[in-house]
């Protein structure tokens, strides 16, 4: 009876599926929390750990299975910001796949993420490209999980955005650190 539609399919929305991108030793409890509060309303899809999954440090490999298993079929990457997040190379991988997909992308400031000397904060750098072009949308971690209609909101609004924004260009980062 393939085609038909069931009563499910049209009173149950249909959930958006979100990739999630963030430094795993560091940041997981921030990851935990915003499943536990919106795995209900979204589809919450993460790595996994992709470093032991693929067993590769080929950046073309890692960004062609990141594409393919993890991004594909989500609306937006949301990459959450801790104070380490920055020099993380998958999380690089991630966004660099996010935007070859031209999915929309959201940059959550953590409460960890402390303010350099200038005032900024820690950022990966292609994440701050697409900021600063302004495809991807910067939030605190208050304001972004303050209420399911937020966190809607911002994703919208990131998913909304212009792809001719998109600034993809930066070389991909090769290993971790500074």
Same mark, same amino acid.
């Given at each position: 009876?393939?085609?038909?539609?069931?009563?499910?399919?049209?009173?149950?929305?249909?959930?958006?599926?979100?990739?999630?991108?963030y430094?795993?030793?560091?940041?997981?409890?921030?990851?935990?929390?915003?499943?536990?509060?919106?795995?209900?309303?979204?589809?919450?899809?993460?790595?996994?750990?992709?470093?032991? %999954?693929?067993?590769? =440090?080929?950046?073309d490999? $890692? /960004?062609?299975?990141?594409?393919? +298993? !993890?991004?594909?079929?989500?609306?937006?990457?949301?990459?959450?910001?801790?104070?380490?997040?920055?020099?993380?190379?998958?999380?690089?991988?991630?966004?660099?796949?996010?935007?070859?997909?031209?999915?929309?992308?959201?940059?959550?400031?953590?409460?960890?993420?402390?303010?350099?000397s200038?005032?900024?904060?820690?950022?990966?750098?292609?994440?701050?490209?697409?900021?600063?072009?302004?495809? %991807?949308?910067?939030? =605190?971690?208050?304001?972004? $999980? /303050?209420?399911?209609?937020?966190? +809607? !909101?911002?994703?919208?609004?990131?998913?909304?955005?212009?792809?001719r924004?998109?600034?993809?260009?930066?070389?991909?980062?090769?290993?971790?650190?500074?």
């Amino acid at each position: 009876m393939s085609g038909l539609i069931s009563l499910a399919d049209i009173l149950l929305p249909t959930k958006r599926k979100i990739f999630v991108s963030y430094h795993h030793d560091n940041d997981q409890i921030y990851k935990n929390i915003l499943v536990r509060a919106f795995a209900q309303q979204f589809e919450i899809i993460t790595d996994n750990s992709l470093s032991r %999954a693929l067993d590769s =440090d080929d950046p073309d490999y $890692v /960004s062609r299975r990141i594409r393919e +298993n !993890h991004i594909s079929g989500s609306s937006c990457t949301i990459v959450l910001c801790g104070s380490e997040t920055r020099w993380r190379k998958y999380v690089d991988w991630e966004i660099k796949a996010t935007l070859d997909k031209e999915h929309g992308i959201i940059g959550v400031h953590l409460p960890t993420n402390l303010p350099d000397s200038l005032g900024g904060v820690h950022k990966p750098d292609r994440l701050q490209d697409n900021i600063d072009s302004g495809y %991807a949308v910067w939030i =605190d971690w208050g304001s972004f $999980v /303050s209420s399911l209609e937020a966190l +809607n !909101h911002y994703i919208e609004i990131a998913i909304n955005k212009s792809s001719r924004l998109i600034n993809n260009s930066r070389t991909m980062r090769r290993r971790n650190g500074t």
